[in-house]
């Protein structure tokens, strides 16, 4: 599912899209109706989350909200008080909305202009991500 979006549709090299934190990170998957995975990310040890994608059909439909409040209550949970993403540059709207604020200026990830941002879990606790 990660391959389609971000090496078929993004560009992505598939060498930078798998890297050695996989093994070592939680994974949250969403799967629809037929058993097939339409959303995912991950969370880093060290509360960083990332390869969240959607699918092009299910994007807008709750799915990525839904998938960065499970990885926010898993970062809660492991006694996390914060946590960092590199947005998409054209993606910072939606975390805003979720609480998430950018803390740093843009750089380049494959090719792909980011926003460094972070969402405080302690916020989380008064303003869930939805």
Not at 69 to 80: M, T
Request: include cysteine; hydrophobic fraction near 40%.
């Amino acid at each position: 599912m990660r391959t389609e979006v971000f090496v078929h549709e993004q560009g992505v090299p598939l060498e930078l899209e798998r890297d050695e934190e996989d093994p070592h990170s939680d994974h949250v998957m969403a799967v629809n109706r037929a058993g097939e995975i339409v959303g995912t990310a991950r969370l880093l040890r060290d509360g960083h989350i990332g390869r969240m994608a959607v699918l092009r059909p299910w994007r807008g439909c709750g799915i990525g909200s839904a998938t960065l409040q499970r990885l926010v209550d898993r970062a809660r949970q492991i006694g996390l008080s914060q946590v960092d993403l590199n947005a998409q540059s054209y993606a910072v709207p939606f975390y805003e909305r979720l609480g998430f604020v950018v803390i740093g200026e843009t750089f380049m990830d494959a090719g792909i202009p980011h926003r460094p941002m972070r969402h405080r879990i302690q916020d989380a606790a008064s303003k869930p991500v939805s």
